[in-house]
């Protein structure tokens, strides 16, 4: 039986600014139209930390009743331990979801984006379908995509339109750079399960790329957003509060280019997440800042 620290390890607190950040990024957004809403920012909160919660059972299951995780190097994976039941697993799952809803429900209601409720159902279906189903997109190699999508311009995006309407250029570029580091973190990820994924017939993008390929796909992903913060700062100057995050990506993308394996890459995966938040953290201020410029 599962302890208590063991469900909280199984959730994957790490991957949690990939929740977060968007949140913050597309708040940051809204300010800088003039609009400040903190509870709408709270419920987008609620919907996005509770879907990363809910991904991360799904896969907890999926890949445990697949025996993906059977020889696991990364984190604890409560199915593949042996810890939970699946079908225990996989309800906490569905909570998780449910719960994602009810906030995107409420969310939708306040801001009369009637629309986003099939924006919200496609992001559960995909949640889900990660791993899930008879044919897992996760195990073709569209990962990244469906990362890319909902945790960039999905999230942040939807975030601002809930708040201010709909969003402006910065606004737009900002999600492309939550995007792209958000996918540097399940780049990571997928690098050190490499040899383990391959074993078990799992294709994800860095199975088909390679290793040298996904590290160096790894190092674009992280450092491609600091070039899209220099060229917004030439519209607005404050965008260019994110290159102080540039020390946050030199050691992980050190490690990952100088051939870090296995335990080690647990680490980058960590120090990307925190990259992730500091980068969007101090876009969000730059974006908010903006209207006084």
């Given amino acids: 039986m599962a302890t208590l620290a063991q469900w909280v390890e ?37 919907v996005a930390i509770a879907l990363v919660v809910g991904v991360n059972y799904a896969n907890d299951y999926s890949d445990g009743i697949r025996g993906t995780d059977d020889d696991r190097v ?37 801001s009369q984006q009637w629309w986003l409720i099939a924006v919200g159902a496609v992001c559960i279906a995909g949640a889900w379908f990660y791993t899930g189903g008879p044919r897992p997109y996760g195990y073709a190699g569209f990962g990244e995509i469906a990362v ?48 383990t994924d391959t074993e078990v017939g799992k294709r994800t993008l860095a199975v088909v790329m390679g290793d040298r390929d996904t590290r160096r796909l790894y190092a674009a992903l992280a450092l491609v957003p600091f070039l899209l913060s220099a060229l917004a700062g030439l519209r607005s100057w404050p965008m260019l509060l994110a290159l102080l995050a540039i020390p946050l990506a030199v050691l992980p993308v050190r490690e990952v280019l100088g051939g870090a394996e296995g335990r080690p890459l647990i680490r980058v995966l960590a120090q990307t997440g925190v990259l992730l938040m500091a980068w969007s953290v101090l876009t969000g201020i730059g974006l ?3 209207r006084f410029v």
Avoid: E, W
């Fill in 288 to 290: 908010a800042l903006g």
């Fill in 74 to 110: 990364g984190p604890l994976r409560l199915v593949g331990s042996k810890l939970a039941p699946p079908t225990t697993v996989r309800a906490v799952a569905f909570v998780a979801f449910a719960m994602s809803g009810l906030a995107g429900l409420t969310l939708v209601s306040l």
């Fill in 148 to 195: 890319f999508v909902f945790f960039g311009p999905v999230a942040v995006l939807g975030t601002v339109i809930t708040q201010s309407g709909p969003p402006g250029p910065l606004a737009i570029v900002t999600a492309i750079g939550v995007g792209m580091l958000t996918c540097a973190v399940l780049v990571a990820n997928n690098l050190r399960d490499i040899p």
């Fill in 10 to 46: 199984g959730a994957r607190p790490r991957t949690l600014p990939t929740a977060v950040s968007p949140v913050l990024a597309g708040t940051g957004a809204a300010i800088g139209y003039g609009v400040v809403l903190p509870g709408h920012a709270l419920l987008a909160l609620i």
